[in-house]
């Protein structure tokens, strides 16, 4: 439980741009308690205790609290899930329940591959993979790094997702077709649901959630609080996004929960990255793609005629400093002569 009530880093985040007491008292109670974690606790079981964790808080139970309202009020939910009625679970106690299960089972088998992995690095490196110091990571070095993980994340997402996943004439083998007969079963012309997220065979499960994130880490070999954060954000995106709801709100997270939608309802024909971009640039998008959603973000709150604005008003500025400047000189000149 300690280890819990230690994962919540906002407040580190925002104490460089907040000077109240509240403020450097939460830090200060933060640094403490992650501070007697970590001299107390491994380093491996706080990472695998850690992400377990957020992936239970930010992923298990908001997808539950989704598939119950899909199956209480099903006729509101079909009102704001992309393709409607056709996006709803199946009305199958027992199919559900074994789905619930495979899910809760691949998380903790994701829980325990990371330990191991974990574990035998570190014994082959003499050291931790993660720094988990008492010294905090300073905000802008959580922020690059996170920043750097995201853009490996994408990278791997999409290359994994398209010619492992879905690849082109059956080149995929046996693990496209277990990621068809699971991950996609069922869905066509439907949007998929929260729960579905980790509810995939083991093998491409661990291709296409585990490694996409767990791998650049290992790379990068950030701060134990830096993996955290970024545990934490792909899982609420992840979620977000798996939900199949069309009111997810933000511009980026809603463009990603439409394209997702897309995605499953096509039979897995395109959008095989978390952002969009790679797929903007490949050509595999489907449907609306993230440059449209970007635009139309910007047509909706008059980005083009609110940055002609702001250029007219720093040429006004501009030039009434040159008027003022011009003025000064004819005056020094006038009293001269």
Not at 282 to 295: A, P
Request: positive net charge.
């Amino acid at each position: 439980m300690d280890l819990i009530m230690s994962l919540p880093i906002l407040s580190y985040f925002a104490a460089p741009m907040m000077t109240s007491w509240s403020t450097s008292l939460n830090l200060l109670f933060f640094y403490m308690t992650w501070s007697t974690l970590v001299l107390s606790h491994d380093p491996i079981y706080i990472e695998i205790i850690g992400t377990t964790a957020i992936k239970v808080v930010f992923w298990l139970l908001p997808s539950l609290l989704f598939l119950a309202f899909d199956a209480l009020v099903p006729s509101l939910a079909e009102s704001i899930k992309h393709y409607g009625r056709s996006s709803l679970p199946r009305r199958d106690a027992a199919s559900l329940a074994q789905q619930v299960i495979l899910a809760i089972f691949n998380v903790l088998l994701c829980g325990a591959v990371e330990a191991v992995i974990s574990f035998g690095a570190s014994t082959y490196l003499h050291r931790p993979l993660f720094k988990s110091s008492t010294t905090l990571p300073l905000p802008w070095q959580i922020i690059k790094h996170i920043l750097t993980l995201y853009t490996l994340r994408e990278l791997l997402t999409y290359y994994i997702h398209r010619f492992v996943l879905h690849s082109p004439h059956g080149r995929g083998g046996a693990i496209a077709r277990l990621h068809g007969s699971y991950a996609h079963a069922s869905r066509g012309g439907g949007a998929p649901y929260a729960l579905m997220l980790f509810a995939d065979h083991p093998l491409p499960l661990f291709l296409n959630r585990l490694v996409p994130v767990y791998l650049p880490a290992l790379v990068l070999r950030p701060h134990l609080l830096t993996y955290f954060a970024f545990t934490l954000l792909t899982t609420i995106e992840e979620t977000a996004s798996m939900s199949g709801y069309s009111i997810v709100p933000g511009i980026v997270l809603g463009g990603i929960a439409r394209r997702t939608a897309t995605h499953y309802a096509s039979g897995g024909q395109g959008n095989y990255g978390a952002w969009g971009f790679l797929d903007w640039v490949s050509g595999t998008s489907v449907g609306r793609d993230v440059i449209e959603d970007l635009q139309d973000e910007a047509d909706k709150h008059h980005v083009r005629e609110r940055g002609k604005r702001a250029a007219i008003d720093a040429g006004s500025t501009v030039q009434d400093g040159i008027d003022g400047v011009r003025k000064t000189r004819k005056g020094r000149k006038t009293r001269a002569a």
